[in-house]
């Protein structure tokens, strides 16, 4: 079992940067396939951002294209935390955040990994 607690959101003019936190529970952290998706009111949970174990301590990253180039995931194994940097914000950027943990599964579709966190509000005014 696996519990994730995000921080770091709040509001940003369009144009600032934001660094969301995610916190996990969980003894074999380092092995885990970690993802941020966002959700807007009204809109599906899509896709942000993963870093995915590729065994050892190997790891590779895949973004969305529509924050490729401005955001950045990253993760310390030492402190159980994975991060998302926020550059460059954008209105169309707003929504609320939730981190994601799976074993096994990293792919772009949210119904796929099993562990969530409350999500943590993002705010980008133009």
């Known amino acids: 079992q696996v519990q994730l607690v995000e921080s770091g959101g709040g509001l940003v003019q369009a144009g600032g940067s934001l660094r969301l936190s995610c916190a996990a529970s969980?003894?074999?952290?380092?092995?885990?396939?970690m993802g941020w998706f966002r959700q807007a009111p009204g809109k599906e949970r899509e896709f942000v951002a993963v870093i995915r174990w590729s065994g050892g301590s190997t790891y590779d990253t895949y973004y969305a294209d529509s924050v490729k180039g401005r955001f950045t995931i990253s993760r310390d194994n030492a402190k159980n935390t994975v991060y998302l940097r926020m550059n460059s914000l954008k209105p169309e950027d707003t929504a609320v955040y939730h981190c994601?943990?799976?074993?096994?599964?990293?792919?772009?579709?949210?119904?796929?990994?099993?562990?969530w966190g409350q999500g943590t509000q993002v705010t980008v005014s133009s």
């Open positions: 994601a943990a799976d074993r096994y599964s990293s792919g772009v579709n949210y119904y796929e990994w099993d562990y």
């Open positions: 969980g003894r074999t952290f380092s092995s885990y396939h």
